[in-house]
């Protein structure tokens, strides 16, 4: 603990006029101030002195010697003296100051070389504890120097110079003064402290209000961007860099909007909004070089200075259209899913009348013909019926994925049957091109499931391939011991970001024709059998493509084989 050495002790820790602070502000600068005025009394005490000595008036030398003291006093002070709010105390380095300055003016009064009245003088020591210091130490102040002039008065008295009274009246009429401007100037020094303090506050505030809304706007899922009068970038958060982003290049704020010919048309709306001087609402398409059209839903407010002390900007909302498309789709489909389930459950009757009708029409039927009719009618009874049990699954949206299948299959057979089928029924014969090496490893996945998962990744990939060569590769491999991955591959261009950010969500799609379901349940059917399904972009054979892979569960041959894990995979 700290015991500072003290004239006047209140036992008000808050009573000083300046708190002690690292950031002196407004205290460091009036003391400053104060150090210099001092200098300057000093210095034309000097000059005063000398001058007076210059024409022979000067009575007592030692007048000259304490001036020059002074002045050497101050210039210390104020050259090495690092200024420090007094608290509720008095220390060492006011002694220096007020206690210097109240015995120099003292001496010079009581001297009295060239019969000049000093008394004035004092008003600098006693604005000095007013302002810089509490208020007890601005009454002790003036009550010293009030005291010291009486003594000064009596002494004359006692020399028996001049007119006593006229002496006493005009000492106590000072030391009056001297306690009314102490109070004055302190009650003005405490007004400036609290304004000061009040300031900060206020700068803290508004300071921390900037960073939280700088947060949330960094934060926000729709592209947000501040345009001056000029057509300049002030801000623009991480998502409208990436509705920006032309090509692999990312602009960072400040950039000028009309640098790009693909953002012409943001440009125009944001001259739109200055010129009209009102909000503005557009759907506006931008011609990436790449050749990819990005359509954006624009909204602009104007946020003009309500005096016209600051410059008007512009804020502009971008939000990608495609997303917006697709949460409408996301809500229609969330509605046919309700249906679906309410349709799948009346279904489910009629189909099991049919199979039951069709199994009963099968005992009685001899012709070869007939039976393969009712062999058809039953594998796709039962096809339907399956596809019923998956929509019902989705549809509840189960929390936790069913038990683990046993059903195993060796990958590179199934892979290769499937794929042959598959170009069977699509002609893609020519662009396909088959890659087969897991040692035909064997995975727990069912047979109809697999179908499923690969044909919805072949007519992905078909939608999407040139018409080239070996524009589609499939490839099986091992990854680890026990462990295969299957990879689909075609020579697409690259997908986008937003696109990659919701690839396997439901609903979602690149194309307004498209339910969006078609990878969802890719992952479904992966996450159920515990394999993992992932994206992205890779070169086979010199061209860079899109290839989604999967990874399947360890075999139980290898039990301690890790299980696939998005930590592990290449993204």
Same mark, same amino acid.
């Given at each position: 603990?700290?015991?500072?050495s ?20 407004s ?5 400053? %101030? ?16 000398? @001058?007076? *000595?210059?024409?022979? +008036?000067?009575?007592?030398? =030692? ?5 020059i ?8 002070v104020?050259?090495?003296a ?7 105390? @008095? ?17 010079? +009064? ?5 019969g000049?009245? *000093? ?35 009596? =002494?004359?008295?006692?020399?028996a ?18 306690f ?15 304004e000061?303090?009040?300031?900060k506050?206020?700068?803290? $505030?508004?300071?921390? &209000? ?18 001056d ?8 958060n ?18 000028i909007?009309?640098? !790009?010919?693909? =953002? ?15 909000p ?6 931008l ?12 909204? /602009? ?34 509605a ?20 039951? %009708? ?20 039953? &594998? ?9 049990? !998956?929509?019902? +699954? ?13 059903s ?26 088959? /890659? ?17 998962l ?10 999407y ?29 690259p997908?986008?970001?937003t ?10 799609s ?9 990878? *969802? ?7 159920? *059998?515990? $394999? ?13 493509g899109? !290839? ?21 995979m290449p993204?």
């Amino acid at each position: 603990m700290n015991t500072p050495s003290h004239w006047f002790e209140t036992g008000d820790k808050g009573s000083s006029t300046w708190e002690t602070s690292h950031e002196l502000g407004s205290f460091g600068r009036l003391w400053h %101030a104060f150090m210099t005025a001092r200098v300057a009394i000093a210095t034309v005490l000097v000059i005063l002195q000398a @001058f007076i *000595y210059a024409l022979g +008036n000067i009575t007592n030398r =030692w007048s000259i010697a304490v001036c020059i003291a002074y002045l050497f006093a101050t210039l210390a002070v104020r050259l090495w003296a690092k200024p420090r709010p007094p608290g509720s105390t @008095f220390d060492a380095q006011w002694l220096s100051t007020i206690g210097v300055d109240v015995i120099t003016f003292s001496a010079l +009064n009581f001297l009295q070389s060239g019969g000049i009245n *000093y008394t004035p003088l004092f008003a600098l020591p006693v604005l000095l504890s007013s302002i810089l210091g509490p208020i007890l130490l601005a009454f002790g102040t003036a009550a010293s120097v009030t005291l010291l002039l009486l003594a000064d008065a009596w =002494w004359n008295w006692l020399q028996a110079l001049g007119d006593p009274n006229a002496r006493f009246l005009q000492s106590g009429l000072s030391g009056s003064g001297f306690f009314l401007v102490a109070l004055l100037a302190n009650h003005l020094a405490l007004r400036l402290a609290r304004e000061e303090q009040l300031a900060k506050r206020s700068q803290s $505030a508004a300071r921390m &209000q900037t960073q939280v809304n700088e947060l949330v706007i960094e934060a926000l899922a729709d592209g947000v961007l501040v345009v001056d009068i000029n057509g300049i970038v002030r801000s623009a958060n991480p998502a409208s860099r990436r509705l920006l982003a032309a090509g692999d290049s990312v602009r960072s704020a400040p950039f000028i909007l009309a640098a !790009e010919n693909t =953002w012409q048309p943001l440009a125009e709306l944001m001259h739109r909004t200055f010129a009209e001087q009102s909000p503005q609402e557009a759907d506006v398409s931008l011609n990436t070089p790449g050749g990819h059209t990005r359509r954006l839903h624009v909204r /602009t407010r104007l946020a003009a200075s309500p005096n016209g002390t600051h410059e008007s900007l512009c804020v502009m909302f971008l939000e990608d259209l495609r997303e917006m498309e697709a949460r409408v789709r996301t809500e229609k489909m969330a509605a046919m899913g309700r249906m679906s389930a309410a349709v799948a459950h009346e279904i489910r009757n009629p189909l099991a009348a049919i199979s039951q %009708a069709n199994a009963l029409l099968e005992e009685d039927l001899q012709d070869a013909g007939h039976r393969q009719l009712t062999a058809m009618v039953r &594998q796709n009874a039962q096809r339907l019926a399956h596809i019923v049990d !998956e929509v019902l +699954n989705i549809s509840r949206a189960q929390a936790q994925l069913p038990a683990a299948q046993t059903s195993t299959l060796p990958l590179d057979d199934a892979v290769q049957k499937i794929a042959s089928d598959w170009a069977g029924q699509t002609a893609a014969s020519a662009r396909m091109r088959v /890659t087969l090496d897991s040692d035909n490893a064997v995975v727990g996945f069912e047979p109809e499931h697999l179908r499923r998962l690969m044909i919805n990744l072949l007519d992905n990939a078909l939608r999407y391939a040139s018409d080239g060569a070996h524009a589609i590769d499939i490839a099986t491999q091992v990854v680890t011991p026990g462990q295969a991955r299957l990879s689909v591959w075609s020579d697409g261009q690259p997908l986008e970001q937003t696109v990659q950010t919701h690839l396997f969500e439901p609903f979602f799609s690149s194309e307004s024709r498209s339910s969006g379901l078609g990878l *969802y349940i890719c992952r479904e059917l992966c996450e159920r *059998y515990g $394999a993992l399904i992932g994206y992205q972009r890779v070169q086979r054979n010199g061209t860079d493509g899109n !290839e989604f892979f999967v990874v399947f569960r360890p075999s139980p041959q290898f039990p301690n084989t890790p299980s696939p894990s998005f930590a592990t995979m290449p993204t």
